[in-house]
């Protein structure tokens, strides 16, 4: 598989909850909780907000959670804030003979 | 803290090679592998690779036609990024990342953009 499958955009007004949602396959998402998620400001290298399905690293913020069921994950943003506008990609490790990891295909998330 | 310096931007002509560099400082180099991603102008992130620094041993996409290779240079904390027989469609913002267990990648380079021209 070459890509994740994510919502190209997703919108919300600030303080609203949103959630995106990152489709796999029984080799990837649904095999191992192996699923991060990656916010990309603009002209920015990406930052991890979540990382084994559902761990924030240290210093970010607690509106950010994940989940995962079958070979669906998901990213919750709860609060929305204007700086959470950017690109949001999920991944996963695979068992695909072709690589490793895969990136889902990205999702714009606009603060109305 | 953990740091992850690139190499500068180059611009390549079509069939040539590139190798980009990212030198690692703040951590235990050789604990941690890490992950080659590019990033076309305006498209997704595409995952290029990894290496286990302790033993350099990879895993490669084969999306790229064994035109990568990685390695690393644990008396200088630096990893390698090469990448051969370049297209147009090869222009792109090259990053290293830290892979941590779960192979999320926990800190990243500046990027360094190639372009084929």
Redesign the interface.
């Known amino acids: 598989q070459?890509?994740l499958t994510q919502p190209a955009s997703v919108s919300g007004s600030p303080g609203q909850s949103i959630t995106i949602s990152c489709t796999g396959t029984s080799g990837d998402v649904g095999a191992y909780?192996?699923v991060?998620w990656?916010q990309?400001h603009p002209d920015k290298?990406?930052?991890?907000v979540i990382?084994?399905v559902n761990n924030r690293?240290s210093g970010v913020s607690n509106r950010f959670s994940g989940s995962k069921s079958g070979n669906t994950a998901s990213l919750t943003i709860s609060g929305l804030q204007t700086e959470d506008e950017a690109d949001y990609?999920c991944?996963s490790?695979t068992s695909s003979?072709?690589?490793?990891?895969?990136?889902?295909?990205?999702t714009k998330v606009t603060v109305l | 803290q953990v740091q992850l310096v690139q190499s500068g931007a180059e611009v390549k002509m079509p069939g040539a090679s590139v190798k980009v560099s990212c030198k690692a400082s703040g951590y235990t180099f050789t604990i941690y592998g890490l992950h080659w991603v590019r990033q076309a102008p305006g498209q997704r992130l595409e995952w290029m690779g990894w290496i286990n620094p302790g033993n350099g041993n990879t895993r490669d996409s084969q999306n790229f036609q064994d035109r990568v290779s990685l390695t690393r240079d644990t008396s200088a904390n630096t990893f390698y990024m090469e990448l051969t027989a370049l297209r147009f469609e090869d222009s792109a913002v090259y990053y290293c990342a830290r892979s941590g267990s779960d192979w999320s990648a926990d800190n990243w380079g500046q990027g360094t953009l190639v372009t084929v021209s």
């Open positions: 070459s890509a909780n192996y991060s990656y990309q290298a990406p930052k991890l990382y084994g690293p990609y991944s490790y003979s072709t690589l490793a990891y895969v990136f889902g295909t990205g």
